[in-house]
């Protein structure tokens, strides 16, 4: 059974950072390309950042710069560092792994408010 369990999220100011985590199981986790999506209200789920296996990368080019995606093999767990956050960078984020149709966690709030 393929778990993937979001936590980081909340409530940051402007300019502000946050880590989200995504402890994933059931997965062989060291070859499975894992990405991080994010939904705001009324748009649709879009792709922020991913990393394969081999820790090769890709970002949004609305991120690129100031989000860096990065994995633990031995935790089966993915990150999202984000800093100098915007207002617009807020949605809910989702971890995805790239198997089998494609899995994802609950998702995790984020909001950037002054």
């Known amino acids: 059974q393929v778990q993937l369990v979001e936590s980081g999220g909340g409530l940051v100011q402007p300019g502000g950072s946050l880590k989200l985590s995504c402890a994933a199981s059931g997965i062989i986790f060291s070859l499975t390309t894992m990405a991080w999506y994010r939904q705001a209200p009324g748009k649709q789920r879009e792709l922020v950042a991913a990393?394969?296996?081999?820790?090769?990368?890709n970002y949004a080019d609305s991120v690129k710069g100031r989000f860096t995606i990065s994995r633990d093999n031995a935790k089966n767990t993915l990150y999202l560092q984000m800093n100098s956050l915007k207002p617009e960078d807020t949605a809910v984020y989702y971890c995805?792994?790239?198997?089998?149709?494609?899995?994802w966690g609950q998702g995790t709030q984020v909001t950037v408010s002054s």
């Open positions: 990393v394969t296996g081999g820790f090769n990368t």
């Open positions: 995805n792994a790239n198997i089998a149709g494609g899995y």
